[in-house]
């Protein structure tokens, strides 16, 4: 990949002037595959494409040398303040969102704080409950069973913390997410790259189980819809009709229980 974004979030559309169907991430590497006047269509690191509208010049930036030199870090909490200095009563050089990626300056800690570099390579300061380190794909080709077990309930973590989340069509932060983005940044977050759309792709690592096998952390896949299963036959959603994220259940017992989707595909990364 050849740059990356140096902008909090950055709207993603299906073509020029058209449609928005996803939001670019700070730090996230991409590259640029056509041009249409201020227009570029992309491809990201994660797989997908799209086209955006660069209408500041530093919006992406060429990728430096210096970047493969130092491992990523992972935004953790939904906004985070990148610090000119390790205290928190310090200047913010930046804000930016959940799932955004970061350098990490090994050399340079202070106590509680981590040293980062940003994008366009000022340094920076953040507290290190705030991240974790990142890795694209790491967790799945090292992981064992005990590793898988790991995953999925750091998976459950991330997707309940975006409970009530508003729902955004395209969107992908705490401003709100749309179903494919929900799904796809709560992987992200373990550095597992699922499809962004609601649907199984052969490049993409998910595939069709049985629900028999169905497990904490898996995918149910409907028409134009994805959940996350969060275990005893509930799940967690975007959802249009609820305009935010919420937990609903299979279990047609259960007050929360949607006959709408009672009938799932099931898929799984594991």
Known sequence: MNYITNHAILSMYDHPYGEKTDELLYGITLDVVEKQGKWKKIKTEYGYEGWILEELHNEIQQKEIWMEEFPRLVVTVPWLDILTHPSIHSKAIKTIPKGSLLFWMGEKQAGNWYCVRLCDGQYGWVRKEWVRFWEKGELLEKSSKKKNEWIRRQIIEDARQYQMTAYRWGGKTPYGVDCSGFCSI?????????????????????????????????????????????????????????????????????????????????????
């Open 186 to 270: 709560v992987y992200w977050m373990s550095g597992i790259i699922i499809y962004r759309d609601a649907q199984m792709r052969e490049d993409f690592p998910v595939h069709p189980i049985s629900k028999d096998r169905l497990e904490q952390g898996d995918l149910l896949y409907y028409p134009g819809h994805v959940a996350l299963y969060l275990g005893n036959q509930s799940y967690i959603h975007a959802s249009g009709s609820a305009a935010k994220v919420v937990i609903n259940s299979l279990d047609p017992s259960k007050e929360n229980y949607r006959e709408d989707l009672a009938f799932p595909q099931f898929g799984s990364v594991f």
